[in-house]
């Protein structure tokens, strides 16, 4: 029987436990330390732990399944404007126009009254639960029709990546009620604690390492399984697992809503750390380069996936301060390096090079 936790993911595991425990007290170390780090680089640890999330959700579907999803960015920020929905109730009368109920960009609007679809989002855990079940009752009704109708390959990638791009024009709008094209900001706090609080930043950092902790495991609980298993065979052949009596649509439609609904939860723990959430997070290109990290860190390796994300993020944060009109190039030449030389990602990398010295001692034998 397999392992949930082999030694890759073991490995990795202990890893994120030793950065989740060691970053918060770096920034407790005096300023002349060496070893001191930053406040301010906490939330942007933790934004780096929603891209890893974010990536896991992906490589579930894509890299188990073979459903190669160019929409996974729009249920990244289905999930964001759930969770910044309701930091801009909470600001409440603290806001520009003092208005208890109205946002300030909708009073700026002229808004009567609070739109029904903002209704319950004065309560965080009605917050919570709508940014699972948003992203993951889009993809479930996408999902069901497109995999009925036997949708797939690029063909499905070209719709996915439609959906995201139509979800961007309709929040550009004013009168969807979302922000415009400004999106949602200036939050304040998260269940009467303040965003900019130290101790604030540093639990929404572990929050998000624990929740990437679990959705991984998680992700490795069903591919291990026999639905993981029959997901594998529908990759690899599906008319052949078609003909074996397997109903390939209904386990597609499963991890794709759980995999948009991890993508939700990554989007939920992303806006407070950064504190805005806007159109912008629509864009296909975001979409575009969620899997560029999960082929660079190794399609269908989980672990590989959040490296991968971890990896290109940090390497973006650095390019666009030091080059930043080297960045785009930089993608597609990442892209391109993965595509001819490293077809199986990192890990799949680090493996060959563990066969390649193993081999002569197995040879010897």
């Not at 002349?32 to 301010?40: G, V």
């Not at 009168?175 to 900019?196: C, I, K």
């Not at 109903?247 to 794709?256: H, P």
């Not at 806006?271 to 806007?278: A, E, K």
């Amino acid at each position: 029987m397999t392992r949930l936790i082999d030694l890759r993911l073991g490995l990795f595991l202990a890893a994120l436990f030793a950065v989740t425990v060691l970053a918060p007290l770096a920034t407790t170390l005096s300023s002349s330390s060496p070893f001191n780090l930053p406040s301010y680089l906490i939330p942007l640890m933790g934004k780096y732990l929603c891209y890893a999330l974010l990536a896991v959700a992906l490589d579930l579907c894509w890299g188990y399944a073979g459903i190669l999803s160019l929409g996974h960015g729009a249920f990244f920020a289905l999930g964001g404007y759930a969770m910044g929905m309701h930091l801009m109730r909470e600001i409440g009368a603290r806001g520009v126009y003092a208005n208890p109920e109205l946002p300030d960009f909708m009073v700026f609007l002229s808004y009567q009254e609070l739109p029904w679809f903002w209704w319950g989002f004065d309560n965080f855990g009605f917050a919570v639960l709508m940014a699972l079940l948003v992203p993951g009752l889009l993809a479930f009704v996408f999902g069901w029709f497109a995999f009925r109708s036997r949708v797939s390959g690029v063909y499905l990638s070209i719709i996915t990546q439609a959906l995201t791009f139509a979800l961007l024009l309709a929040f550009f709008r004013n009168e969807m009620g979302f922000g415009g094209n400004n999106g949602l900001t200036d939050f304040r706090d998260v269940l009467g604690f303040s965003l900019s609080a130290p101790s604030t930043r540093i639990a929404l950092f572990v929050l998000t390492a624990i929740c990437l902790a679990a959705c991984i495991l998680i992700a490795r609980a069903i591919t291990i399984s026999k639905a993981g298993k029959v997901l594998v065979a529908v990759r690899d052949a599906e008319s052949r697992t078609r003909f074996l009596g397997y109903r390939v649509e209904s386990y597609s439609v499963f991890v794709f809503t759980v995999s948009a609904m991890m993508a939700g939860l990554a989007g939920a723990l992303y806006v407070p750390q950064v504190g805005i959430i806007n159109p912008s997070e629509f864009a296909p290109a975001n979409s575009i380069e969620i899997v560029v990290w999960v082929a660079l860190g190794g399609r269908g390796t989980l672990v590989g996936a959040a490296i991968g994300a971890l990896v290109v993020v940090a390497l973006k944060s650095w390019l666009t301060a030091t080059f930043p009109d080297l960045w785009l190039f930089a993608l597609g030449g990442l892209f391109i390096l993965v595509t001819l030389a490293l077809p199986n990602g990192l890990l799949g990398l680090l493996d060959r090079f563990r066969r390649a010295k193993s081999a002569p001692k197995e040879a010897a034998a």
